[in-house]
Antibody, heavy 120, light 107 residues
Framework: QVQLVQSGAEVKKPGASVKVSCKTS????????MHWVRQAPGQGLEWVGI????????SYAQKFQGRVTMTRDKSTSTVYMELSSLRSEDTAVYYC?????????????WGQGTLVTVSS | DIQMTQSPSSLSASVGDRVTITCRAS??????LNWYQQKPGKAPKILIY???SLQGGVPSRFSGSGSGTDFTLTISSLQPEDFATYYC?????????FGQGTNLEIK
C-alpha cells in the first residue's frame, strides 16, 4: 500500500532554514509527481509546490519562489522540501501529498504532516 | 491565480440532515475540482475527485456535481463521523488553490 512517512517536528529561529523529508513506499517512486501543502495553525490549506521525482523538475507557488527548494533521492524514494529565511508566518504543518495519477493534482495520498515552528 | 470561494464557512446540522456545500472558482476550471474532509490533527482525506468521482472506500452518501465555475458537495444523510472541515481544491492549473474551508458542526 502507498505510504508517505514524513520527518519529525522542527523548531527553528527566524532566519533559519528547515528541511522536511517524505519517504515513500508502495509504488514506483518516479511515476508520480509529489506536492507539498502547508496549513498554518487554525487556517486553511496552501499549495507550496511540486516536484517530478523522475527528472527532478520543480514548480513553486510564486509566494515561495526564492525561499523553497524541493529535491528528491531516487535511491531511497524520498522527497525533500527546504524552506529558508524562515519567519513566524511559516509556522505550519507541512504535508507531502501524491496525486492519483502520474501528474495529477488530486491528492489521494498524504503524509502524516510535519509541524514546523518558527520562534525566537 | 484561481480563487476558490466556499460557502458557507460554517454550518450547523443534525444527524440525518441533507447538507450541501458550494464552491465557486474565479474562472472556469472544467471538471478539475476535488473535495477533501479534514478532522482535527489529521491530514486531509480525499472524498471526491474530478467533480463527481467518489474515492474508493468513501460512503455513497457523499456526492459531487458541477462544472466550469460552480460546484457542490452533498452529503445525503449526515452521520456522526461526518462532522469535520471540508475543502474544495482546483487541480486545473498551478498554483493549485483551495477554498477557505467549511466547518460542519453538530447542531
Amino acid at each position: 500500500q502507498v505510504q508517505l512517512v514524513q520527518s519529525g517536528a522542527e523548531v527553528k529561529k527566524p532566519g533559519a532554514s528547515v528541511k522536511v523529508s517524505c519517504k515513500t513506499s508502495g509504488y514506483t517512486f518516479t511515476n508520480y509527481y509529489m506536492h507539498w501543502v502547508r496549513q498554518a495553525p487554525g487556517q486553511g490549506l496552501e499549495w507550496v509546490g511540486i516536484i517530478n521525482p523522475s527528472g527532478g523538475s520543480t514548480s513553486y507557488a510564486q509566494k515561495f519562489q526564492g525561499r523553497v527548494t524541493m529535491t528528491r533521492d531516487k535511491s531511497t524514494s524520498t522527497v525533500y522540501m527546504e524552506l529558508s529565511s524562515l519567519r513566524s508566518e511559516d509556522t505550519a504543518v507541512y504535508y507531502c501529498a501524491r496525486g492519483g495519477g502520474g501528474t495529477s493534482a488530486d491528492f489521494h495520498y498524504w503524509g502524516q504532516g510535519t509541524l514546523v515552528t518558527v520562534s525566537s | 491565480d484561481i480563487q476558490m470561494t466556499q460557502s458557507p464557512s460554517s454550518l450547523s446540522a443534525s444527524v440525518g440532515d441533507r447538507v450541501t456545500i458550494t464552491c465557486r472558482a474565479s474562472q472556469s476550471i472544467s471538471s478539475y475540482l476535488n473535495w477533501y474532509q479534514q478532522k482535527p490533527g489529521k491530514a486531509p482525506k480525499i472524498l471526491i475527485y474530478a467533480t463527481s468521482s467518489l474515492q474508493g472506500g468513501v460512503p455513497s452518501r457523499f456526492s459531487g456535481s458541477g462544472s466550469g465555475t460552480d460546484f457542490t458537495l452533498t452529503i445525503s444523510s449526515l452521520q456522526p463521523e461526518d462532522f469535520a472541515t471540508y475543502y474544495c481544491q482546483q487541480s486545473y492549473s498551478t498554483p493549485y488553490t483551495f477554498g477557505q474551508g467549511t466547518n460542519l458542526e453538530i447542531k
